[in-house]
């Protein structure tokens, strides 16, 4: 039995996070008990409190066509779990900065950063001691 579908991960989501309040889309007919349950066994914490919110689809109009649609409501479930207790998936990355020596023998920092879930990396090279600010440059590689 899947209750939970997705975290939702927005910047609001994110903000609540630090405070120990996890947001997830859960099924319609989820009871708060199974979604505390589901949460606690998925991530191993121990949750305090969920709250859930039924938010409505919307009402949408075609543009070329004058009609209206109505788009699938969801629900939405706030997890709060004990202090302390993290979920992983809610965590932001963070900047790594590494010093490269370079064949000349300057060296040069880098910062790393990663992307939610680790796929990408996306670093920014600055250039040499005393060089112009047109070296610097992004370079953007996959795993």
Do not use: C, H
Request: hydrophobic share 35%; aromatic share 6%; charged share 35%.
């Amino acid at each position: 039995m899947i209750v939970l579908k997705r975290p939702i991960i927005t910047e609001k989501s994110m903000k609540l996070a630090d405070r120990n309040l996890y947001t997830f889309e859960v099924e319609k007919w989820a009871t708060k008990d199974q979604i505390a349950k589901m949460v606690a066994e998925k991530f191993g914490v121990k949750v305090l409190k969920v709250k859930t919110i039924n938010v409505k689809g919307e009402t949408k109009s075609q543009r070329r066509i004058r009609k209206f649609y109505k788009t699938g409501g969801f629900k939405k479930a706030y997890v709060q779990v004990k202090k302390g207790d993290k979920i992983a998936l809610f965590e932001t990355p963070k900047e790594e900065e590494v010093t490269v020596t370079t064949a000349e023998g300057e060296s040069i920092k880098l910062k790393e950063k990663k992307d939610l879930l680790g796929r990408t990396k996306v670093r920014v090279e600055k250039g040499a001691v005393g060089a112009a600010p047109t070296t610097q440059r992004k370079v953007i590689t996959g795993k």
